[in-house]
T-cell receptor, first 110, second 113 residues
Framework: KAGVTQTPRYLIKTRGQQVTLSCSPI?????VSWYQQTPGQGLQFLFEYFSETQRNKGNFPGRFSGRQFSNSRSEMNVSTLELGDSALYLC?????????FGQGTRLTVV | AQSVTQLDSHVSVSEGTPVLLRCNYSSSYSPSLFWYVQHPNKGLQLLLK??????LVKGINGFEAEFKKSETSFHLTKPSAHMSDAAEYFCVVSNTGFQKLVFGTGTRLLVSP
């Protein structure tokens, strides 16, 4: 059974650009969550989608957005990138009692 | 609001000695509690979870944790450390199952030969 797949694994972007990250959940999982991990702030919840609907949202500015498709794949978008957006972005898919995390996308903003 | 406090940022043990990673939680409701492990350049792996069943929870790789409501604690233990246990460990709380996880700041476990 394939795990959670995040693409790309690494990204380098320039300040002011926008970026889109992708997450493919485990087959059959309809809930997908996104987290940001930084050395200073640790792991912080961004948002969670279930059946194409955003159910929960963390305390991040509107520059951070996401969506989920009918096949449960999810994307998150960050517009007008800032240096502070450099982080490891983790996606998790869950089903009835366990969340599985992908290996993450490491975003570097220069 | 809910939160977790991991009381040690680093813990150093020798191989073969016991491991204790401490976690206190705060939650307005009956929480679900988890421990996750993160190895370098790897994703997060669930070690164990507490969801209001038995207070002593057994996980993978010989780890276990005890839920103590009176002390609001959920400490992670292992009788004998192995070199492969060296990693970052996160205590996590949630009031919403797996929809929104609140992570502690992490404890880095160092295991020396």
């Amino acid at each position: 059974k394939a795990g959670v797949t995040q693409t790309p694994r690494y990204l380098i972007k320039t300040r002011g650009q926008q970026v889109t990250l992708s997450c493919s959940p485990i087959s059959g999982h309809r809930s997908v969550s996104w987290y940001q991990q930084t050395p200073g702030q640790g792991l912080q919840f961004l948002f969670e989608y279930f059946s194409e609907t955003q159910r929960n949202k963390g305390n991040f500015p509107g520059r951070f957005s996401g969506r989920q498709f009918s096949n449960s794949r999810s994307e998150m978008n960050v517009s007008t990138l800032e240096l502070g957006d450099s982080a490891l972005y983790l996606c998790a898919s869950s089903l009835e009692g366990q969340a599985f995390f992908g290996q993450g996308t490491r975003l570097t903003v220069v | 609001a809910q939160s977790v406090t991991q009381l040690d940022s680093h813990v150093s043990v020798s191989e073969g000695t016991p491991v204790l990673l401490r976690c206190n939680y705060s939650s307005s409701y009956s929480p679900s509690l988890f421990w996750y492990v993160q190895h370098p350049n790897k994703g997060l792996q669930l070690l164990l979870k507490y969801t209001s069943a038995a207070t002593l929870v057994k996980g993978i790789n010989g780890f276990e944790a005890e839920f103590k409501k009176s002390e609001t604690s959920f400490h992670l233990t292992k009788p004998s450390a192995h070199m492969s246990d060296a990693a970052e460990y996160f205590c996590v709380v949630s009031n919403t199952g797996f929809q929104k996880l609140v992570f502690g700041t992490g404890t880095r476990l160092l295991v020396s030969p």
